[in-house]
């Protein structure tokens, strides 16, 4: 054990090992990431902590694989670096380690996580763990939906860190792809008891030879069939989203913003990050690149004028944070324009102007009794706006918004429980049974929920998967609705632009009964 003041220097000291030098550490992206995200302006480390002799299990399946065939006599143990946000001393620590658990609470409250140095050369940014800046400050509008609690164990101590595993790619077992794979594993590997796997062995799930048709190891990157081969082989399956639009500025298809929120917005109450395809400025190896979202920054909603297109709560997100394996995790990302991402990638690009990141793919992993996707429910939802927008035309002066999440049923059950209902509608709905899993699609103006109607997200889409149809209307505009839907009928029920437009139409009416 071997405690230091943070500093820049004991970083680079603490983060080098026998084939990467203090000085070579130093010219890596990821230190430039960590020593923000550690410093003053982030976590505000005072304390590093060196563990040496640490096995990490992810590297020992990688060592075994490949590095214990070496002729170089690679070190199957690791050094582990742990980070506080307190200055303590040896002495102090180790009088800590002695006390009984329930005196040393208000201590480990101060540990902020830890980095594993893998023993190779350049690439030793392994298995790390971090907390993110929503746990280290009073921040209500950043939602990390993609974390789950990990348990440390250091020197007879437990400590639980709410989080997502990040790790550099390790290019001779690993590309960028497999990275983003592996984190997004971390979580789904303990909400959907999916196969937990090393780099190593994910690679190997891929496909038994690279895209162009070389051997796996070293590995050159995985294509789009072998991300969503990988991904099945873990127990999940892949919807692969390609870009909505294709403009002059463009030589190919690339995802606008708007679509990238309303994925991820829908999405994210399942918890399992999702992995964005993305061109990257600098063009050469790193010129199609993936990385792992598992959060966003949102704005308040505010009421908005009435529109021509149909408006999404999903508009209201400012930043997604990804874990980009060249820098490192919870990385901002920044939205703007029709389809540019400032990424880290985008702040060090030394053309002038900066370019821009850009979406190519975005790669939902889901359990694979979900059959339902986005596209298949915002069909629905566009013609319920248009039925909705014609009845309040006179009744209100701002806009209809809605959010499409698919989520637990369970979840929504609480939500109920929770709602402003009377108790009867409560216990109807808490008592109704329902498949494990709902898309639910509410309807807003400003923060007044108006609706909140939910489908069958294990379905098959040609079917009529509406389950339910919740009203938070006064009586008499609910009924004033009804009214108006049965006088408009051979009207307004083409507006839904789907085969069962005439089931949904008397869904909508009967459940609003």
Partial sequence: MKILTYSEENLAEALSNKYTSPTLVK?????????????????????????????????????????????????????????FDIAVTEEEFSNKLLLPKEDTVEFWKHYVGFIVIKPIPLTMVGYTVLKT??????????????????????????????SLAFQEQD????????TAIW?????????????????????????????????????????????SQAILNSGLVSEIKEGDIRSHSYAYRVASIRYL????????????????????PSGGDHGLHAITVSGFKTLAPQPIPPQKAISYMSDNIDR??????????????????????????TENDTVIPKRP????????????????????????????????????????VADLVWDIKIDYSENYKHAIKNS?????????????????????????????????????????????????????????????????????KLTLQYLFAHMASEKYYEFLIEKLK
């Fill in 420 to 488: 402003g209902l009377d108790n009867g509608e409560k216990v109807q709905i808490l008592t109704e049974s329902l498949p494990k899993y709902i898309w639910i699609a509410s309807c807003y103006v400003g923060v007044y929920k108006l609706f909140c109607f939910t489908f069958d997200a294990t379905n098959i889409n040609n079917a009529m998967i509406g389950l339910n149809v919740v009203s938070f209307l006064p009586d008499t505009t609910r009924l004033t609705l009804i009214q108006f839907l049965k006088k408009n």
């Fill in 171 to 178: 290019s001779v077992l690993a590309a960028c792809a497999t």
């Fill in 27 to 83: 010219v890596k992206n990821h230190f430039d990431y960590f020593k923000k995200y550690l410093g003053s302006s982030g976590l505000d480390a005072k304390t590093i902590l060196i563990e040496e002799d640490y096995i990490s299990r992810d590297f020992l399946h990688d060592y075994a694989s490949y590095y214990a065939l070496c002729f170089e006599k690679y070190e199957k143990v690791c050094r582990r670096v742990h980070f």
């Fill in 357 to 396: 990141t850009l979406v190519t793919n975005i790669v939902v992993p889901v359990y694979p009794k979900i059959r339902i996707s986005y596209q298949d429910l915002e069909v629905i939802v566009v013609g319920l706006d248009r039925i909705l927008t014609f009845f309040f035309d006179t009744q209100i």
């Fill in 261 to 280: 929120k309303k994925i991820i917005n829908a999405y994210s109450p399942i918890g399992i990050p999702i992995i964005l395809v993305v061109r990257v």
């Fill in 183 to 227: 984190s997004m594993l971390n979580k789904a590997a303990v909400d959907f008891h999916t196969i937990l796997k090393s780099p190593s062995q994910i690679t190997n799930d891929a496909d038994k030879v690279s895209p162009d048709g070389s051997r796996l190891f070293p590995n050159k990157g995985l294509s789009i069939l072998q991300i």
């Fill in 320 to 345: 997604i944070y990804v874990h980009d394996d060249q820098w490192g995790p919870f990385a901002r990302v920044n939205l703007y324009n029709e389809a540019d991402l400032e990424t880290p990638w």
């Fill in 133 to 162: 800046y929503s746990n280290n400050q009073d921040v209500n509008d950043r939602n990390f939906w993609g974390l789950r609690d990990y348990k440390i164990h250091l020197y007879g101590n437990e400590i639980i860190l709410k």
